[in-house]
């Protein structure tokens, strides 16, 4: 049997699932996607460039563990409420990974 690295990816994905449902319940599961929810714009905006999958796994947990979380609570205290900071940072990531997507596939027809 022969698997592919995207299905390792989604079988270490589907283990973490079940093991974070087993060790903390609903709440476990709830956490684990909320964490592949917030590096969801980081992975758009680096699958862009010529990086291999291991090196776009790790570099998108730095980017949006660290970076989502800066600008989530830096926007929450100019806003006021965290919750609509958390949607609203979202929302502009994935803009900007949209954006970033258009204008590297604009750049690679050129040359």
């Known amino acids: 049997m ?3 690295r995207k299905q390792l990816l989604v079988a270490g994905i589907a283990v973490s699932v079940v093991f974070m449902y ?3 319940g609903f709440t476990g599961v709830r956490v684990i996607a909320g964490l592949f929810l917030i590096m969801l714009p980081a992975y758009f905006i ?3 460039f010529e990086l291999g999958l291991e090196e776009k796994i790790v570099a998108t ?5 660290g970076g989502y979380s800066t600008l989530v609570y830096y926007s929450g205290l100019v806003i006021g409420s965290f919750r609509a900071a958390m949607a609203i940072t979202f929302l502009i990531l994935i803009v900007a ?3 970033v997507r258009k ?3 604009k750049g690679k027809k050129k040359e």
Do not use: G, W, Y
């Open 22 to 24: 087993v060790a903390l």
């Open 46 to 48: 680096l699958d862009t």
């Open 103 to 105: 204008t590297r596939k």
């Open 97 to 99: 990974a949209l954006v």
């Open 2 to 4: 022969n698997l592919t």
């Open 61 to 65: 947990m730095f980017f949006s563990i």
